[in-house]
């Protein structure tokens, strides 16, 4: 079974066909490395010829994200938060061509 390493924003990724992911944002910037049973491709000839294909399910809410503000002495206290959006995606294909 293949299996991918890949880039997407400022995170790195496992992965392999039939995995979902939720991500910051729905393009892969990168491949890093393959893995193919006991091979591992880590060269850029092959990386170059090597493609991740995902299918996008959607967006959907994070978890909620409380942010607390302070001041001593002041009687000062404001609590606000936000949900963040992400990207589902789903890993549908990973392959080398031979080209």
Sequence with gaps: MLQAVVKIGTSQYL???G???LVDRPQID????IVDGEKVF???S???KADVKISSQGQVKGEKIRVSKFKAKSR???TTGFRP???KIKIDKIDIREK
């Design 15 to 17: 992965v392999q066909p």
């Design 19 to 21: 995995h979902e992911l």
């Design 30 to 33: 990168q491949i890093i490395m």
């Design 42 to 44: 880590l060269d850029q």
């Design 46 to 48: 092959t990386l170059a």
């Design 76 to 78: 000062y206290r404001k």
């Design 85 to 87: 959006l992400f990207h």
